[in-house]
């Protein structure tokens, strides 16, 4: 079994092996992934995080041994945080984005493929435990960034995409797309028991889910679709004020977080 890891900032995860195909998610800086399919210039990899597979091209990671990824794994794991962060050495610097994680050793040192490598920036301060009291600022912090179909960062991110990383700030990890999002979770029966936090799915006209938005309370959702906004919701859906009508019709809410009494 090989493995590789993504030696740069944030790169593309196409469905096929051209550069001109659907781009279906992106690698950040240090995931790691199983190497499935090598050919000239792509290989085919499925996340170790995720499962999430897709193709990534040739020169856009390090491949690994296991005990080069056992040994990157020892250091303790941090997520870069709101404000970013920059990873750098005397002859390479990487800027990486909101939600990175790195796994750090003592002194704020990154070894990984190789390179040893000095981190400077913020770091997630956000727990489990904070979900409830923090997730909504989190969340809003996002509001105006551009959809990107694929994208996982703050220069382009997809519905559910942003529902990974903010919920991944607080140590809880989502599937990549919406209709797997979907299938895990408790299900929220009434609109009124809505909580901050929980997650809204909507689907097509073939019953297909296809979006995904975090609630900011009862009413109010926020999720990416042109670019992250800020959006009414009833039982039937989501009310764009903009276009003054539905944009996406309701099928389930869910809860994966703890949130006490």
């Known amino acids: 079994m090989k493995y ?4 740069l900032a944030l790169v593309p995860l196409r469905l096929e092996q051209a550069h001109r195909s659907e781009m279906v998610s992106q690698v950040l800086f240090g995931e790691l992934f199983e190497i499935l ?28 041994h296991q ?18 962060g920059l990873l750098y050495n005397a002859s390479k610097q990487f800027s990486l984005c909101h939600g990175t994680k790195l796994y750090l050793t003592k ?42 179909w694929g994208g996982r960062s703050q220069w382009g991110i997809d519905c559910s995409g942003f529902s990974q990383l903010i919920y991944g700030c607080f ?3 989502l599937p990549r797309d919406a209709y797997q999002q979907a299938e895990i979770g408790m299900t ?25 938005g975090i609630m900011l309370d009862s009413d109010t959702i926020i999720h990416a679709s042109a670019k992250v906004r800020v959006d009414r919701m009833d039982s039937e ?25």
Not at 42 to 58: P, V
Not at 242 to 256: A, D, G, P, V
Request: hydrophobic content about 30%; proline content about 3%.
């Open 67 to 84: 005990e080069t990824m056992d040994g990157y794994l020892k250091g303790k794991p941090h997520l870069v945080g709101r404000e970013g």
């Open 107 to 148: 002194r704020d040192k990154c070894s990984v493929a190789g390179m040893e490598l000095d981190y400077q920036g913020s770091v997630n301060p956000f727990s489990r435990g904070m979900f409830q009291s923090e997730v909504v600022n989190l969340a809003r912090s996002y509001q105006d960034a551009p959809y990107l």
């Open 37 to 64: 399919n090598e050919q000239p210039e792509w290989t085919y990899i499925r996340m170790l995080d995720t499962s999430y597979m897709g193709w990534i091209q040739n020169g856009q990671f390090t491949q690994l």
């Open 171 to 173: 140590d809880i990890s």
């Open 4 to 7: 590789g890891i993504c030696t």
């Open 237 to 261: 859906g989501i009310f764009n004020g903009e276009l003054n009508r539905y944009s996406h019709k309701l099928r389930i809410i869910k809860r994966y977080h703890e949130t006490g009494p």
């Open 188 to 212: 929220v029966d009434f609109i009124s028991e809505i909580k901050a936090g929980d997650l809204a799915f909507f689907d097509n006209a073939d019953g297909r889910i296809t979006h995904v």
